[in-house]
């Protein structure tokens, strides 16, 4: 090992909430419960076996000095997705999406030598989700869609959500995400 492997800036967070309209205008929300979040972050050089630019050696130059790597280890336990709506400062008709809670786990690893050193991706994030199920009504795939579409992608027109769309649904469908 070359010492350096600095432990910095661990942090501990419970119960944070995070609100996701389904339009800027929209009363209709998606709400996250990352449940208890746990960040920590140290400094590696990018050889050393713990790290997860390690398993990208394959595109490593290797006669280059390692690169030294900004490494975030987050973990989300007990994380919960609900549908609701927002009215004044408070959410209503609240309904969970998932069956029961989940953890993500994310590693992120940033080249902090990238302006000269490639041996290692600029960036590189990995993530586990453990296994879940999800039940979720037709206005709530409605939602999920509204918000992927008018949030995280282009105009694409192909979910277009109507007033007939949002509604109170009693039909409620199991996916099972394991296959």
């Known amino acids: 090992s070359s010492g350096i ?19 800027p205008s929209s009363a209709h929300v998606l709400v996250g419960y990352p449940g208890n979040i746990a960040v920590s972050n140290s400094f590696r050089f990018a050889t050393e076996e713990e790290t997860l630019a ?19 280890d987050i973990k ?3 994380m919960d997705v609900v549908s609701g709506i927002w009215d004044r400062s408070e959410i ?14 994310l590693e992120v690893r940033r080249n902090l030598d990238s ?22 009504t037709e206005s709530d795939l409605a939602k999920v869609k509204g918000f992927l579409s008018y949030n995280l992608s282009e105009d694409i027109g192909e979910f277009v959500i109507s007033r007939e769309h949002i509604t109170d649904t009693v039909n409620v469908h199991k996916l099972d995400l394991d296959g």
């Not at 209503?92 to 786990?105: I, Y």
């Not at 302006?115 to 979720?136: A, E, K, M, W, Y």
């Open 115 to 136: 302006s000269f050193n490639h041996s290692s991706p600029n960036l590189c994030v990995r993530g586990d989700l453990s296994t879940t199920s999800i039940r979720i």
């Open 54 to 72: 390690s398993t990208l050696e394959a595109g490593r130059e290797r006669n280059s000095d390692p690169c030294l790597l900004d490494c975030l």
């Open 76 to 78: 989300l336990r007990d």
């Open 5 to 23: 492997n600095a432990e910095y800036g661990d942090v501990q967070m419970s119960s944070p909430v995070v609100v996701l309209p389904v339009t």
């Open 92 to 105: 209503k008709q609240v309904t969970s999406l998932l069956n029961e809670k989940c953890l993500l786990a």
